[in-house]
C-alpha cells in the first residue's frame, strides 16, 4: 500500500508542476514598460512646445537684456554727473537707479515663474496625448500595468514577463508604422519534401 501511494504520487508529480505553473502565470501580473521621456521628446507635438516656448523665452530674454541696458547707461550718466549734481538731483538719480535695479530683479523673478508656468501648459496636452495612447496600448494588450523605466528606477526587467511597449506605443501615436506582416509567399515557403 506504501508503496502504491509513493508510485501514485511520482505519476502525479508532473501534472502537480503544470497546474502549480499554470496559477503561478495566471497570479503573475502582465505589464508593460517604456521611457515616457523618450517617447514623450520623439512626439511631434513636443518639438512645436519647444519651438514655441523657444521664441517666449528669447522675447523675455530680450525685454531683460533691454532692462539691462537702460540701468547701465542710466548708471554711466550717474557716474558722469555725480561731482556736479546738487545733493538734491544725486539723491533723485540714486533712487531711480534703486528703482531700476528692483525692477530688473523683479522681471527676472516674475518672468522664470512664467516660463516654468508657459512651459507646463505647452506640455500638458503633449503629456495629456501620450498618456491616452499608454492606456490604449496596455488595454489592447491586456497589460495589468505599465512602469516608466526613467531615472533608472527599474534597471532590469526580465523580457519573459514584461513586454516592451515603446513600438506599440509610437505606432498608437502616428510617430512610426506598423511592421508590415510577413507573410509566406510561394517562393519564401519552404518546399514540400518529396518522398
Known amino acids: 500500500m506504501k508503496h502504491l501511494r509513493i508510485a501514485l504520487l511520482l505519476c502525479l508529480m508532473p501534472f502537480l508542476?503544470?497546474?502549480a505553473q499554470d496559477e503561478a502565470e495566471?497570479?503573475?501580473p502582465k505589464f508593460?514598460?517604456?521611457s515616457y521621456n523618450a517617447?514623450?521628446?520623439r512626439m511631434p507635438e513636443y518639438q512645436q512646445a519647444q519651438e514655441a516656448f523657444a521664441q517666449l523665452k528669447a522675447k523675455y530674454?530680450?525685454?531683460a537684456v533691454h532692462s539691462e541696458e537702460e540701468f547701465q547707461r542710466k548708471f554711466a550718466e550717474f557716474l558722469q554727473g555725480q561731482k556736479d549734481f546738487p545733493a538734491s538731483i544725486?539723491?533723485?538719480r540714486q533712487a531711480e537707479l534703486q528703482d531700476?535695479?528692483?525692477k530688473s530683479v523683479s522681471f527676472r523673478q516674475q518672468s522664470r515663474d512664467l516660463l516654468r508656468k508657459a512651459e507646463a501648459d505647452l506640455q500638458k496636452p503633449v503629456a495629456t496625448a501620450l498618456d491616452e495612447a499608454i492606456q490604449a496600448v496596455g488595454a489592447e494588450m491586456s497589460l495589468d500595468f505599465v512602469l516608466n523605466t526613467?531615472?533608472?528606477?527599474?534597471p532590469f526587467i526580465n523580457p519573459q514577463v514584461g513586454v516592451d511597449v515603446t513600438k506599440a506605443v509610437l505606432v498608437k501615436l502616428g510617430i512610426e508604422q506598423p511592421e508590415a506582416a510577413t507573410e509566406l509567399t510561394e517562393e519564401t515557403q519552404p518546399e514540400a519534401e518529396s518522398e
Open 90 to 92: 544725486m539723491q533723485k
Open 61 to 63: 530674454d530680450a525685454e
Open 26 to 28: 495566471v497570479l503573475a
Open 17 to 19: 508542476g503544470v497546474q
Open 100 to 102: 531700476l535695479m528692483e
Open 150 to 154: 526613467d531615472g533608472n528606477s527599474l
Open 39 to 41: 517617447v514623450f521628446e
Open 32 to 34: 508593460g514598460y517604456l
